[in-house]
């Protein structure tokens, strides 16, 4: 069975082919086209995929889009809905996308194929926006079974899940919803110092090593409400992105030593300090204090049918882990507690430093530069 797997109309559009449960092709639209994150409908992607997967005439059995979009475009107006006439610039500027295309996915991806010359197949799916996420890591990986966390700006309403993995299977078992979500919080960050959002994050994490973490506190104080089982609540007087076209506002600006940098301009001391926080603190911090991600491993154990925690760190085989620590030149005295040990060590160590700047100077197209 022969089943095309489609993504478009947000950011790097892209495609891949499964036959008979086997990967055999998958692209990124931009790598064609040589447009950054190029969200078109991936034709060349597609046309890349059927040919290396050698699908003849007759097409594929399925298509399968990457989300449900009618769920997001019902959260979308839920949420004007909620923050009334102060939304109303927002609204009108995301709704021609949806009436021109987003909310017409079948009939997009119809034309697309009939472009390429491929019939459309019978069956089209659309799977949860997390589900793909999930599936996109679990499925390849070399796990049998593991439990799986998903961390994400949002998708349909989900911005970060919880579930496991097992053989062919994906079960999603809790999920923590818009607005509260940790990507939207790093895009924030990224629109603060000045970058693009779902574009500059990568820059931002190139700062990361240059910074001091003196905004942790605030961060912690301020931005998020921890919760014992794990989920967090973000607190939105500081954010405009409920209703607004940016991401941070007054408040936010007050919170971290004025306002946002403006794009191009000199990137200063304090962006190089919200950098560092976002990337090293934020990581190191969180799963050393026990708090995002190790409330999560914990809250498993306590929900019937999920992997424990030992299992869930385990999910990285204990001697795989030394050979990779190993070849990135990290030497491991052990592996407990696992997660404190690597991370610090990958975080604030040399790796940081040069993942930063590769990921700052260098393209990864470029085969000698990975
Ligand atoms: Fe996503």
Not at 18 to 36: C, I, P, S, W
Request: proline share 5%; charged share 25%.
């Amino acid at each position: 069975m022969k089943i095309l797997g489609i993504s478009a109309f947000y950011h790097d559009s892209a495609a891949a082919l499964v036959v008979d449960g086997k990967l055999v092709a998958a692209a990124q639209e931009e790598r064609f086209t040589r447009k950054k994150h190029d969200a078109a409908f991936p034709e060349r992607s597609i046309a890349y995929c059927l040919q290396r997967g050698d699908v003849g005439r007759k097409g594929v059995d399925a298509v399968v889009y990457y989300d449900k979009p009618i769920t997001t475009f019902v959260r979308l107006l839920k949420t004007y809905l909620r923050v009334g006439p102060k939304g109303i610039r927002s609204f009108s500027s995301a709704m021609p996308a949806w009436t021109r295309e987003k909310l017409w996915i079948p009939y997009e991806i119809e034309r697309g194929l009939q472009r390429i010359g491929t019939p459309m197949p019978k069956d089209l799916w659309f799977t949860e926006h997390h589900e793909s996420h999930a599936a996109s890591a679990f499925f390849p990986s070399p796990f049998e079974s593991a439990a799986i966390l998903t961390f994400d700006g949002v998708g349909e309403w989900a911005t970060s899940s919880v579930g496991v993995g097992r053989g062919n299977h994906i079960e999603l078992q809790r999920q923590l919803n818009f607005p509260n979500s940790l990507g939207l919080l790093y895009s924030a960050f990224t629109y603060f110092c000045g970058f693009r959002v779902n574009s500059g994050e990568y820059k931002l994490m190139g700062l990361a090593p240059y910074g001091r973490p003196i905004y942790a506190d605030a961060i912690r104080e301020h931005l998020l409400d921890l919760r014992p089982d794990g989920s967090f609540r973000m607190e939105m007087k500081y954010f405009n992105y409920l209703s607004g076209l940016t991401m941070t506002n007054r408040r936010f600006a007050d919170l971290f030593g004025g306002p946002a940098r403006k794009p191009e301009s000199e990137i200063t001391q304090r962006e190089l300090d919200l950098a560092d926080e976002k990337l090293l603190r934020r990581i190191s911090r969180l799963l050393d204090q026990g708090d995002i991600l190790f409330e999560i491993g914990e809250a498993q154990e306590r929900h019937p049918g999920l992997l424990r925690p030992e299992e869930l760190a385990g999910a990285a085989d204990d001697e795989i882990l030394a050979r990779d620590l190993e070849t990135v030149g990290v030497l491991e005295d052990h592996l407990e507690p696992r997660f404190r040990g690597i991370g610090e060590r990958l975080f604030e160590q040399q790796i940081a430093r040069a993942l930063g700047r590769a990921a700052a100077d260098a393209s990864p197209q470029l085969v000698e530069l990975r």
